[in-house]
């Protein structure tokens, strides 16, 4: 049975930074590639980025590139989500989703529950 | 990046078919996918590529694709179905890019 746990949410000031974790089971992780999924409170989903099965390939949006880096540790069965400069608008819940495939396809058979992030003073 | 739009809101009467919209110029060259979402839980797909539904997603959920429109029908709402519907699509300018619609909110009467 496939599990996907996010932490590392919390209240967090603007412009500090935050590490997020999805702890993985169920599945050969390393053949997968993963992706963070955002959604603010109340409004709709947003991408954030992926990163391929072996972490070769990977891409942000553009609201968070420069800022946010994903990455993955395929020993520990783990992606990471490195959040720098926080801001206000970052605030969401953050899920993990497995893709399909060992590439992007953008089909996510799998989701995490999320893990919140309150950017605030 | 490309962008996808769906209606905000679709109300169907219990028992009748709902037609939920995604248009957008990815949409020409990748299938869409569509993840239910209820409320304080995560999203579950329910229908991706041509027209494949995961095991467990009962077949009154089906897809559809015409040029830049990708279609969600459920036919023969249930109470159960209100729900947040999403869809979503690589974007066909930038290779490793997902975009997603705004999503519906689809109320059953």
């Known amino acids: 049975q496939v599990q996907l746990v996010e932490s590392g949410g919390g209240v967090v000031q603007p412009g500090r930074s935050l590490r997020l974790s999805c702890a993985a089971s169920g599945f050969t992780f390393s053949s997968y590639a993963m992706h963070w999924v955002r959604q603010a409170p109340g409004k709709g989903l947003e991408w954030v980025a992926v990163i391929s099965h072996d972490g070769s390939n990977k891409d942000h949006a553009d609201s968070v590139r420069g800022r946010f880096t994903i990455s993955r540790d395929n020993s520990k069965n783990t992606l990471y989500m490195e959040m720098n400069s926080l801001r206000a608008e970052d605030t969401a819940f953050y899920y993990c989703?497995?893709?399909?495939?060992?590439?992007?396809?953008?089909?996510?058979?799998?989701w995490g529950q999320g893990t919140l992030v309150t950017v605030s003073s | 990046s490309s962008k996808l739009t769906q209606d905000p809101a679709v109300s169907v009467a219990l028992g009748q078919t709902v037609r939920i919209t995604c248009q957008g110029d990815?949409?020409?060259?990748?299938?869409a996918s569509w993840y239910q979402q209820k409320p304080g839980q995560a999203p579950v797909l329910v229908i991706s590529?041509?027209?494949n539904r995961p095991s467990g997603i009962p077949d009154r959920f089906s897809g559809s694709n015409s040029g830049n429109t990708a279609s969600l029908t459920i036919t023969g709402a249930q109470a159960e179905d209100e729900a947040d519907y999403y869809c979503?699509?690589?974007?066909?300018?930038?290779?490793?890019?997902?975009?997603f619609g705004g999503g519906t909110k689809l109320t059953v009467l």
């Open positions: 590529g041509k027209n």
């Open positions: 990815s949409l020409r060259s990748f299938y």
């Open positions: 979503n699509s690589r974007d066909s300018i930038a290779n490793l890019i997902v975009v």
């Open positions: 989703a497995r893709d399909r495939r060992d590439i992007l396809t953008g089909y996510y058979d799998d």
